[in-house]
């Protein structure tokens, strides 16, 4: 698994025991996935479509690094589905672990649509594929 997104654990991210909350913790997931499939599909419009069970296994504390790792391990025929692990940058320890997040590639209607994909790339979007209207 690569990681590539950093967070710092700041006093607005922290729950009433001082430790990070796990709602933060879980949207900075959503995003950095949905990104990746959006990259990964070539296509803006892409929704959240299941979330398996969550591990939460260490807490984060305040001042704490931590690192979102994300990996494709399954193309379906309008899906990518993906495995995520966070850890702590400095001491490595797992925080959290998810076997399966699954992203569905939607057409401009809303409408899930093949997306052609059988292997992860690392082609970069052209920035024309976001226009002002929410098309492609």
Not at 38 to 63: C, D, R
Request: glycine residues 8%.
């Amino acid at each position: 698994m690569n990681f590539h997104t950093r967070k710092w654990v700041k006093p607005e991210d922290l729950n009433p025991n001082g430790s990070l909350f796990g709602g933060t913790l879980l949207r900075w997931i959503d995003e950095e996935a949905v990104i990746y499939a959006i990259v990964q599909l070539g296509n803006p419009h892409v929704v959240t479509k299941f979330i398996s069970e969550i591990n939460f296994v260490s807490s984060a504390k305040q001042g704490d690094i931590i690192e979102l790792g994300i990996t494709a391990t399954e193309f379906g025929r309008t899906s990518i589905t993906m495995r995520c692990e966070v850890r702590n940058k400095i001491t490595r320890k797992t925080i959290l672990s998810i076997d399966k997040l699954v992203f569905v590639n939607l057409d401009a209607e809303g409408t899930p649509t093949p997306h052609g994909k059988t292997e992860i790339t690392y082609a970069y979007m052209s920035v024309d594929k976001f226009t002002k209207d929410g098309t492609s």
